[in-house]
């Protein structure tokens, strides 16, 4: 199985609302990560955890808070968006072995617009 | 941090035509994937190739890392082939790996 699951699929939230993101994987793999992705552009790495704890931070604004509460969960929180965050979020994970093979599954992404 | 290029950005073929879709890092990497986005924004894993030669079907991929290229062949291309591809390689920091994409291949393939 290389599923990866990410709920909602679609998300619109103003720009005073809280609301989150998650993300799950059954893979037994020990990093997750969170990208980015604008229309018609890569996706662009946001976090990585490895081992339940924050590894890379790509000098994400504050308003995206990323909690891993388990090796098969993450969430991100989403807080005080500006309408420019509106993208598509995608969540990946991988075994975690950077010298060696570490294939990283990505799910289906969510569709966020912040009006 | 690392460049990732590929050519051609855009790319129009008939069906049943054959096509080189091209990926140029700036710098040694672990590892090199190819992924396909379909227009849902679903990734889909094409081929995991850090060095030399693999093939799934009607697609095939040579990674040559001492000249920090890749290459993506799709043979006797079908309209399911449309969307678009890209390529990322693995980079270490600190102890932690990411991937940083391409600026990937728009493909359509048209009747």
């Known amino acids: 199985d290389t599923e990866v699951t990410q709920t909602p699929k679609h998300l619109v939230m103003g720009m005073t609302n809280k609301k989150s993101l998650k993300c799950e994987q059954h893979?037994?793999?020990?990093?997750m990560y969170w990208y980015k992705q604008k229309a018609k552009k890569p996706p662009e790495l946001m976090f990585v955890?490895?081992?339940?704890?924050?590894?890379i931070n790509e000098s994400v604004p504050s308003r995206f808070s990323p909690e891993c509460p388990n090796s098969s969960l993450l969430n991100l929180h989403l807080h005080a968006l500006q309408p420019e965050d509106s993208a598509l979020y995608l969540c990946?994970?991988?075994?975690?072995?950077?010298?060696?093979?570490?294939?990283?599954?990505f799910g289906p992404g969510t569709r966020l617009t912040v009006l | 941090g690392i460049q990732v290029e590929q050519s051609p950005p855009d790319l129009i073929l008939q069906e049943g035509a054959n096509s080189t879709l091209r990926c140029n890092f700036s710098?040694?990497?672990?590892?090199l994937q190819w992924f396909h986005q379909n227009p849902w924004g679903q990734l889909i894993n094409l081929f995991y190739?850090?060095?030399g030669t693999k093939q799934n079907g009607r697609l095939s991929a040579t990674t040559v890392a001492t000249e920090r290229y890749s290459l993506l062949y799709i043979s006797s291309s079908q309209t399911t082939d449309s969307g678009v591809y890209f390529c990322?390689?693995?980079?270490?920091?600190?102890?932690?790996?990411?991937?940083?994409f391409g600026t990937g291949t728009r493909l359509q393939v048209t009747l």
């Open positions: 990946a994970s991988s075994r975690d072995s950077p010298s060696s093979y570490n294939e990283q599954f």
């Open positions: 893979m037994g793999h020990r990093a």
């Open positions: 955890y490895s081992y339940e704890k924050l590894s």
């Open positions: 710098d040694s990497v672990n590892n």
């Open positions: 190739i850090p060095s």
């Open positions: 990322a390689v693995e980079s270490l920091t600190g102890t932690a790996s990411k991937l940083t």
